[in-house]
Nanobody, 121 residues
Framework: EVQLVESGGDLVQAGGSLRLSCAASGFTVEAYAIGWFRQAPGKEREGVSCISSDDGSTYYADSVKGRFTISRNNAKNTVYLQMNSLKPEDTAVYYC??????????????WGQGTQVTVSS
């Protein structure tokens, strides 16, 4: 059974940092692209970042470029999202997502339950 379990969300002050973790089971993260999405109340879901499985290419939304870093630990079957210089507009529920293939930008087939990130001003 495929599962994605996010953790690391918290309440943090603006300018602070958090690291989100996505622990995967039922598949290996090195075989599929893994992405992070977020959704704030009243707003559309937004793709934040993605890491491909073939060459480890990474992608970021313009809104987080230079502040967030996605990485993967194959031995732990876990993907991380390091978030620095957090802003109040980063407040959202963050979801870990498994792609149906090795590349980013395609379809997704499994989602985690989400973890809340709240950035106070």
């Amino acid at each position: 059974e495929v599962q994605l379990v996010e953790s690391g969300g918290d309440l943090v002050q603006a300018g602070g940092s958090l690291r989100l973790s996505c622990a995967a089971s039922g598949f290996t993260v090195e075989a599929y692209a893994i992405g992070w999405f977020r959704q704030a109340p009243g707003k559309e879901r937004e793709g934040v970042s993605c890491i491909s499985s073939d060459d480890g290419s990474t992608y970021y939304a313009d809104s987080v470029k230079g502040r967030f870093t996605i990485s993967r630990n194959n031995a732990k079957n876990t993907v991380y999202l390091q978030m620095n210089s957090l802003k109040p507009e980063d407040t959202a529920v963050y979801y870990c997502v498994k792609a149906s293939s090795y590349y980013c930008g395609g379809s997704e087939d499994y989602w985690g339950q989400g973890t809340q990130v709240t950035v106070s001003s």
